[in-house]
């Protein structure tokens, strides 16, 4: 005789489904030229066709049917610009996923049997998508944490009592910053130090700022970023844990301009 379940209860034996189908999505990025795709945008920049099929070492015929199935899934976007069409990462939370993945493939031993001769420029400071990873993200964040400038743990990260001050002295608004639908900041589990970076409106707004003011450069064909002379220098005093103390004295004054702000610009 088979038992009946109450209302409200699954039949003994019987497990509910709930929630998304995550397989399908796995899937995609499953595959290995799927995936070098999605990890060559991790930088944040737009790519065509032919570049991504150069990258994952592929035809052209072979790339379209891939990045086809991939902007249906919603992981990509696509822009058209003249001839030409680019594709990118289609949100923030597909940047958190494939960052997540990394962290796990390198904790469980999945790396590259050849590395590449970027590898510790890339491990050293890197773009996570939109805001700055690798051991200087870690760095930079800690010390942000020491001085007031965010607080939190590792579920939660907001704004601290000293965050004024702090983001000022690199000439950030973070009232500005933090405007929009994004959460100002999220706490990103980096995969190479298996510490958390920042993420979220401010972090972009951080990473952004800091190639203006000429203290990092980003490499045109790879997600590293170098630091600068100048900014090896203005890094330092900055996560001094003596900076936001100085700051507050001096009036919390603007670093000097890079380039783009000579010009008028800037993030």
């Known amino acids: 005789m088979n038992a009946t ?40 920049r737009a790519l065509t066709a032919t570049e991504l099929a150069a990258v994952a070492g592929v035809t052209k015929q072979t790339i379209s049917a891939h990045l086809a ?5 919603g992981l990509l976007a696509v822009s058209r610009q003249g001839r030409h069409r680019y594709f990118r990462l289609a949100a923030p939370d597909v940047a958190q996923l494939l960052e997540s993945l990394m962290g796990v493939a390198f904790r469980t031993g999945a790396v590259r049997l050849r590395g590449s001769p970027r590898e510790p420029a890339l491990r050293r400071a890197r773009v996570c998508y939109d805001h ?32 004024d001050t702090w983001f000022a002295a690199v000439g950030i608004d973070i009232e500005a910053a933090s405007r929009g639908r994004r959460r100002p900041c999220r706490p990103c589990l980096d995969w190479s130090e298996r510490r958390h970076h920042l993420g979220g409106a401010i972090g972009a707004c951080l990473l952004a700022r800091l190639v203006a003011l000429g203290w990092l450069q980003r490499r ?10 100048l900014g090896g220098r203005e890094l330092h005093r900055l996560m001094s844990t003596t900076a ?11 670093p000097s301009p890079g380039p783009s702000d000579r010009r008028g610009g800037g993030p």
């Open 5 to 44: 379940a109450r209302p409200g209860q699954a039949r003994p034996g019987v497990f509910l489904r709930d929630g998304p189908h995550i397989a399908r999505v796995a899937a995609l990025i499953g595959d290995t030229t799927r995936a070098e795709v999605l990890s060559t945008l991790m930088a944040d």
């Open 69 to 73: 199935r991939l902007v249906d899934a």
């Open 132 to 163: 700055l990873a690798g051991e200087l993200g870690v760095q930079l964040y800690e010390s942000m944490l020491a001085q007031g400038a965010i607080c939190g743990d590792e579920e939660t990260v907001v704004p601290g009592i000293h965050a």
């Open 220 to 229: 045109a064909d790879s997600r590293v970023v170098a630091v600068t002379p």
């Open 244 to 254: 936001v103390v100085n700051a507050t004295r001096r009036g919390a004054p603007t």
